[in-house]
């Protein structure tokens, strides 16, 4: 079991959801590859693809309400999954994730909104609002309140929302854990999935340019847009980079 443990905190610490299957292919040799049990964790990137808004879930408040009940805003959305009683992975997301947030100019609820979602089905809106209390302790920033909801739902609608997605986690009976990627995953205003960033370290300048993405330039500045149309996604580096033939076309 300890071996088990160990092997399924290094994996889920490397941000197992940045491997695609021909990266695994190239990276993973018969001889290391990952334990069957681990079979369907990870993230198979689900872009272009619209989230079933219909979907229901009950919020903090212990109200049922639908996800598209949060596009009405028309203002992106970034989603990331967690469970609450995970025991290090998912308060370590979180912290990473509040703390870029706090590092951010925008604030949740003005030019972005935010969904956390559990992913188990036996967590509550009780644990999710005091989830909720507790970084906003840490964000310092009250007016998010009205822009980061903590949702819980049925079995069904969490797997269906997760498999629209490209989420993949699996309960670890062994260690009565889920074995679970990390990820956020940044939505347009009508619940299209725009881009995945992985792991847990989100640089605020990265969650800016995504949301500049997923808002295709209606979110930020003259100045974001120039900076946009300066940078790519590299998948590779998990990340934004600049792009030198369109900065020096730029300059010119």
């Known amino acids: 079991m300890i071996v088990l443990r160990n092997i399924l905190l ?21 001889a290391d590859a990952l334990p069957d049990v681990f079979e369907g964790v990870g ?45 290090m992975l998912c308060s370590l997301i979180l912290e990473s994730f509040t703390e870029s947030l706090r590092e951010m100019e925008w604030t949740p609820g003005s030019e972005f909104d ?24 840490i964000l310092k920033k009250p007016a998010a309140a009205d822009g980061w909801h903590f949702l819980t739902g049925s079995e069904e609608n969490i ?7 490209g989420f993949g986690f699996k309960w670890i009976e062994e260690t009565k854990e889920y074995a679970h990627p990390a990820a956020l995953i940044f939505l347009d205003e009508a619940g299209t999935i725009t881009r995945y960033i992985h792991g847990m370290n989100y640089p605020p300048n990265d969650l800016r340019r995504a949301l500049v993405e997923a808002s295709e330039g209606r979110v930020g500045t003259t100045w974001d ?27 010119g």
């Open 10 to 30: 290094f994996v889920l610490i490397l941000g197992i959801g940045r491997l695609t299957a021909l990266d695994c292919a190239a990276q993973i040799t018969r």
């Open 43 to 87: 993230i198979t990137e689900q872009l272009g693809t619209v989230i079933p808004t219909h979907l229901t879930f009950t919020n903090e408040s212990g109200e049922e309400v639908a996800l598209s009940t949060f596009f009405k805003a028309e203002r992106p959305i970034i989603l990331n999954f967690v469970y609450h009683n995970c025991p």
């Open 114 to 137: 935010v969904l956390t979602v559990s992913f188990s089905a036996t967590e509550t809106a009780d644990l999710a609002r005091d989830q909720k209390s507790r970084y906003l302790n």
């Open 159 to 165: 797997f269906a929302l997760a498999e629209a997605t």
């Open 225 to 251: 847009r120039i900076i946009m149309y300066c940078y790519r996604y590299d998948a590779s580096a998990n990340s934004y980079v600049l792009q030198a033939t369109k900065l020096m076309r730029l300059g």
